[in-house]
């Protein structure tokens, strides 16, 4: 099955402590995406990838990093310096650069930071 | 503030009715996407309208681009309950990426 997975689907963790959420897809896309999505709102773009070890921040990176060292992988650090770190996120791929193509996105984990 | 706002926030109609979602953007754009999004879920992408076009059909769904106007709306024909979910605007604003919109949570009754 070609797609995309992130994992775990529902993650908790203490304040303070960095966690890393996972996103791999088997599409042999490009480019790849994370987003915050919170309650009853849309989508803010964290961080994009066009190619392997190249990305850029979105909107909204502050307290987050993340990593393109596999075409297949992009996964997002939640650093304790993320104020409200509390979200849906989900990660998008695409054949090439966003606005031309379509997204595909994977099921999302929900973090969960007490 | 979000480049593409839908309109309305939240519609409740009958099963077999037809429902229309609005979405209103501020500057220029290459294309336009609509996604449908699941109680929980990921997004599901519906149709791409690029900026040349009017008018763009798959299904039940219709989709009309004013680019004088900077709007957007998404018609679904004969609704049905499986058709309840979230559903969000996107815009390109000539950057990599997308930005999208609050979203309209359309509920349909059986």
């Known amino acids: 099955d070609g797609g995309i997975t992130q994992s775990p689907k529902y993650l908790f963790r203490k304040e303070g402590q960095n966690v890393t959420l996972s996103c791999e897809q088997n599409?042999?896309?490009?480019?790849m995406y994370w987003y915050r999505q919170d309650p009853g709102q849309g989508l803010r773009l964290i961080y994009y990838?066009?190619?392997?070890?190249?990305?850029q921040k979105g909107d909204i990176a502050e307290g987050y990093s993340v990593s393109r060292e596999k075409k297949e992988s992009f996964p997002l650090t939640v650093t304790s310096a993320q104020k409200n770190p509390t979200a849906f996120y989900l990660c998008?791929?695409?054949?090439?650069?966003?606005?031309?193509?379509?997204?595909?996105f994977g099921p999302g984990t929900r973090l969960t930071v007490t | 503030s979000q480049q593409g706002e839908e309109d309305p926030q939240a519609l409740s109609i009958q099963e077999g009715e037809n429902a229309t979602m609005n979405c209103s953007y501020k500057?220029?754009?290459?294309?336009l996407q609509w996604y449908r999004q699941n109680s929980g879920r990921g997004l599901v992408h519906l149709i791409l309208i690029r900026s040349n076009e009017r008018e763009k059909h798959s299904g039940r769904l219709r989709v009309t681009l004013d680019t004088s106007k900077k709007s957007s709306s998404l018609l679904i024909t004969a609704s049905r309950a499986a058709d309840t979910a979230s559903y969000f605007c996107?815009?390109?604003?000539?950057?990599?990426?997308?930005?999208f919109g609050s979203g309209t949570r359309l509920q349909v009754q059986p």
């Open positions: 996107a815009t390109d604003v000539g950057r990599r990426a997308l930005t």
């Open positions: 599409l042999n896309h490009d480019a």
């Open positions: 998008a791929s695409s054949p090439g650069q966003g606005f031309a193509y379509e997204q595909y």
């Open positions: 990838s066009q190619i392997v070890n190249d990305f």
């Open positions: 500057t220029s754009i290459n294309n």
